[in-house]
């Protein structure tokens, strides 16, 4: 009816939080205000993406190199911005630590009130820009611990346990928001002639266990022999099915919706994997449980892991609780 679809167009992200938290006091504001404004930065990068192929300064390179030693594409560097840009307005923010960037970006004339820190991935899968491949953005805010006067930030270097709002974008044939605040996992859908979020899925549960196993096999001959024998046991099963995007936002939200397993485990090259902790692996893995999942390093549960330095790297098993035990089952007899 007219009225389903009007209240239904009527659960925007804002009343959402609010709702969520029975609440109207500053931090239910503030919170409600801060995931505002993560769609306002979607909503901008969605816009960009959608005209890469057709103006100058989306898909390419820029030529430089950041911290992580990666080639810097222009949507990476965009999308920093506009995270940059968006909570510079918001008053609430006073730190903002990057995967483009070495070290956070103080904002100011936010700091003496900024309570929140915003922790993100501006540009996740970079490498699907120029394939018009799915790409994603996560983000994390926590509370400003101490008032940070070194500007070393020290108080991000907690386990992951300190998030109060984790999540991501998904750039996709839709633009989808999916977050928590630790209140449940939520899927909410762009819709653009509204230019609003509105709620698609309310506390998403994910499969206890699944068919799907999302790994990088390039790197077969470079991981421990516990994930290779963990991978040959899964070759040998009938019905899994291997599927890998190489971007980590679209992979996680198939093992979200559909159960299964992601794996990026550590190599020979890289020990510690490749996924960033404070700003990939941590947002994520908040997600997953809260949505039934697990998710760990291999050995330990990866929202008890304390980083000892701004963009650590650490393995990451996730998804459904049944398939994570059985790879740390691998791990543990090796
Ligand atoms: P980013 O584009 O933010 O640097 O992240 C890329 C990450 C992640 O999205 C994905 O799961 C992983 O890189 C893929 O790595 P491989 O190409 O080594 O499999
Ligand atoms: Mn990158
Ligand atoms: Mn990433
Ligand atoms: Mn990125």
Redesign the pocket.
Known sequence: THEQTLDRDCRTLSRHVLQQLQSFDAAAQDLSALMNRIALAGKLIARRLSRAGLMEGVLGFTGAVNV?G?DVKKMDLYANEVFISVFKQSGLVCRLAS?EMATPYYIPENCPIGRYTLLY?P?????NVDINLNVGSIFAIRQQEGNDLDGNAADLLQNGHKQIAAGYILYGPSTMLVYSIGKGTHVFVLDPSLGEFILAIENLQMPASGSIYSV?E??FWAWDESIRNYVRHVHRQPGYSAR?S????G?IHRILMQGGVFL?PGTQKNPEG??RLLY?SAPIAFLVEQAGGKASNGTQPLLDIVPNHLHMRTPLIIGSQQNVELVESFIQQA
């Open positions: 992580q990666e995967e991935d540009l996740d899968g970079s490498s990088n390039g790197n890998y190489g971007a980590l936002v992979d990026y490749k996924l990939e």
